[in-house]
């Protein structure tokens, strides 16, 4: 009769124990998808914001061809200085999309007080 005690106990203690592994497995699981999925959405933000570059720098090249074809397109810069100003946008595009692909801006916005 007393073996049997012991061995209920035993087998009572391995349920109770594998029951909490069991649970610890479960909350990790849950941790780790709920990372991932942040993962993922800061990756399809990243890839939108690349996408969105992308337009931008084909608005500013349009903007070039365009102050190309006027009619004194170098009178018009001498005074507006569009080629410099279109070339500083396309440049800080360019920068700000090589942040972006390294991870600099991963989608949170820190609210400065």
Same mark, same amino acid.
């Given at each position: ?17 594998? =029951? ?5 497995l479960q909350e990790e699981n849950e941790i ?13 933000? &990243? ?17 070039? &061809? ?9 009178v018009v810069d001498t005074v507006t200085r ?9 440049? =800080? ?9 390294? =991870?600099?801006?991963? =989608? ?6």
């Amino acid at each position: 009769m007393l073996k049997i005690i012991k061995t209920e106990k035993i087998i009572f203690s391995f349920v109770l124990c594998f =029951g909490l592994f069991l649970w610890y497995l479960q909350e990790e699981n849950e941790i780790l998808n709920v990372e991932l999925k942040e993962q993922n959405i800061k990756i399809e933000d &990243k890839n939108k914001e690349i996408k969105q570059i992308a337009k931008i720098k084909k608005v500013l090249e349009q903007a070039d &061809k365009l102050h190309a074809d006027l009619q004194y397109p170098m009178v018009v810069d001498t005074v507006t200085r569009v080629w410099d100003k279109i070339n500083d946008a396309y440049t =800080g595009l360019i920068n700000y999309e090589e942040q972006v692909k390294k =991870g600099k801006y991963d =989608g949170t916005i820190d609210m400065d007080d």
